[in-house]
């Protein structure tokens, strides 16, 4: 027992030692980053502000609306405040700001996030009508609110996007993580969505920073709306590296689109499986065509298998040309 004992102090002596070498890793001060589970119950309170006649809460016992919101709205208010002071920190203009400096400028957030909170709800209300509209397994609207993970996923972008745009550190990506790993659905907070978007399913659905999506867009599982290359690093940053998908458009599962000068152009169907880098014009219909199911058994080569892209227009003709992956 006692030789354990010494080889666990021989190992935290040299854990402790390892700190010492002023790398990223080796920070030391958690104070001084938004806390994690505060943002998580900050975003949880703005649910029920959103959906006050879906979600409960469990702290307040009272039961006129004004009162318990009225509440909610102060709770809120506070802690984003704390976490937002916190989290400004991290521009480089507000590092070595006054404590009075982060404080007004928190504040000036908070008020300008309350304010948006019609505006959320007014885009959300459309999400809400395009999942009931588009899918027939939706037998009434409490079932989407309560269990479809991406309408949870699309509910937490549109409040992490209005802080993304306030310009607010952190908080907006701990806050679409957090939906990530709840629903398996990764919208980055920089990402602009339109009225009336649909996710069906959802999981593995990738939509990168700078996308730009239109009204009336319609997503399936697995879809990547990523960039086409990040191999510029930071280089990269602020850069359009996302496509942009207009109106109307329909992209069926496992599809990718990528890049930044992309653009689907709108009332276009993407079908299934496709791999997408250039842009592709309004009522376009992109499907696969000739796919091969190959069966490897024990000693036979394996063909190649041979995929075409196909671009049909309106009238389902092809174009004379097409994409091979």
Known sequence: MEEMKDRIQIATCDILR?????????????????????????????????????????TFRIYRYDNRISLLIEDISYNLQKQIMIALKFRPEYQDASEETLRARAEGIVIAFL???????????????????????????????LCYPGFMAITTNRIAHELFLLGVPLIPRMMT???????GIDIHPGATIGKYFFMDH?????????SIIGEHVKVYQGVTIGALSTRG????????????IEDNVTIYAGASILGGDTVIGAGS?????VFITSSVKSDSRISVKTQE??????????????????ILDENNDETPWFYII
């Open 177 to 183: 993580e957090y939906a990530h790993s709840r629903t």
């Open 269 to 273: 169907v993407i079908g299934s499986n």
């Open 18 to 58: 390892d700190y010492l070498k002023k790398r990223d890793v080796d920070k030391m001060d958690v104070f001084s980053q938004p806390d994690t589970e505060v943002v998580e119950d900050i975003l949880k309170k703005v649910f029920i502000i959103l959906y006050p006649g879906y979600y409960r809460e469990k």
């Open 293 to 310: 199911l190959l069966v490897k058994r024990h000693g036979e080569i394996q063909e190649v298998e041979r995929k075409e892209t196909r």
């Open 233 to 244: 690093g930071q280089s990269l940053r602020g850069k359009k590296r996302h496509p942009t």
């Open 115 to 145: 304010k948006r909170i019609p505006k959320v709800r007014e885009y959300l209300d459309t999400d809400l009508q395009a999942f009931f509209e588009g899918d027939p397994a939706a037998y009434n609207k409490a079932e989407i609110v």
């Open 202 to 210: 959802g999981t593995g659905i990738v939509v990168g920073e700078t």
